[in-house]
């Protein structure tokens, strides 16, 4: 078929990279990519720390994917609330969801309801200025505990630990520098329920600690192998050598010399799982039971402890969110699929059809297999009497759903930026984090 209809529900890098590559393939194809939200690039926006300005730069490629002919953003349109998935698959030949994973999953734990108990990615949807997202205000303590010994969890301990000046160049959004530089934070502890070994750390990030001016890295020498098993797999053995080199150096700092007088504690906590935490209403301490590492998991050897923790976060992954009628794989919280494959003409990328693993890079490779896979479908269909844009416009309009087209965002991204450039210390971007802002830029 030479001039499908497609429409990839989500305009997050997956969806991005899916629209690139079927654009390259198919010149007179017609895309239409949706977003629940007015703004594009999911987790680029909304994920990717504020103080990784870098990570964020793709973003320059995604604006051009979605300036092409051919190539329409509809943002401000939620399928399941403002169309369904039915009518979605009656009016494009093909239907590609690319929805990431945006629900926390829960820590399972008995005190998981107390105030002060956040999950990382409410937690990140909120200092990031996710409308859904902005109203969190989540009260940070003087002690906080982060469960989770991924990048998500060294993600918001950085964010906590650097100082206002540090965070100055980045586009953190002005309610959370507000509530980051006046929490009372004295103590972080990033809590791992395996070893130092087994962590997912990146190298990169873990050593960004090292750099921070007030956080004193500490980590018990005697919970750090001398040196990486040699059974484990190349990859593994790599990454976690370069981890242990700089867990080892933080070790050997200690509490005392240059670390002594830095007012924020960043402990590094391993072989321990979250059993339960305590408070009356509020948080208060976090209990722990030790664990041991064998054949790569976790056993628990029924010796607890308790450290103080009056917020709590867990940083333990994700789970994608269905809409009515999408198959849906429970168990591992993913879009029910195979290879990509969802139906026939629905296919999916991403997180939401992996899991929450791999960083932005690793997407693109998923999302061009995925691609090839629409191309060899459609190769056997003949002719398309889907309406695409016609029959869904149609349907929005009939509904008052003004949806924000590219315009419309290249409007909310200037007025974002010339609100930094009024504030004049340096940020790329005052977010607007509120709908009603956001829908007012996009609409002026
Ligand atoms: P992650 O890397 O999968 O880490 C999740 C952590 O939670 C693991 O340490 C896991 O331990 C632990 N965990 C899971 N269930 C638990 C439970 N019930 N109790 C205690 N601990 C539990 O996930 P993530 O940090 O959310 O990151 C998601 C992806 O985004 C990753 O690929 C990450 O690299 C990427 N990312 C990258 C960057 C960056 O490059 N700067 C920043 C943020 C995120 P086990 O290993 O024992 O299961």
Known sequence: MSHPHIAIVGAGPSGCYVADALGRKLPAVRIDIFDRLPTPFGLVRGGVAPDHQGTKNIARQFERTLGKDGVRFLGNVAVGRDISYEELKAAYDVVVITTGALADRRLGIPGEDLDGVYGSGAFVSWYNGIPDGRELDPKIGASVAIIGNGNVALDIARLLGKTPEELAASDLCTHARVAFAAAPVRDIWLIGRRGPVEASFTTAELSEFGELARVATLVDPAQLPAAVPETLPDEQKKLAGKNLDV??????????????????????????????????????????????????????????????????????????????????????????????????GVYTAGWCKRGPQGVVPANRADSLAVAELILSDLANVTSGAKQGAVAVDALLQLRGVQPVDFAGWQKINAAETAAAQTAGDGRPREKLTRLPELLAAAHT
Do not use: C, W
């Not at 924020?264 to 722990?288: D, M, Q, S, W, Y």
């Open 247 to 344: 867990l080892h150096a933080y070790a050997a700092k200690g509490e005392q010399g240059e670390q002594a007088d830095r007012p924020l504690r960043l402990h590094f906590v391993f072989n321990a799982a979250p059993l339960k935490i305590l408070g009356e209403g509020r948080a208060r301490e976090l209990v722990l039971e030790k664990t041991r590492v064998d054949n790569g998991r976790a056993v628990m050897s029924g010796e607890t402890f308790t450290i103080p923790a009056d917020t709590v976060i867990g940083a333990i992954g994700y789970r994608s969110t269905p809409f009515p009628g999408l198959p849906f794989d429970e168990a591992r919280g993913i879009v029910a699929n195979d290879q990509g494959r969802v139906e026939p």
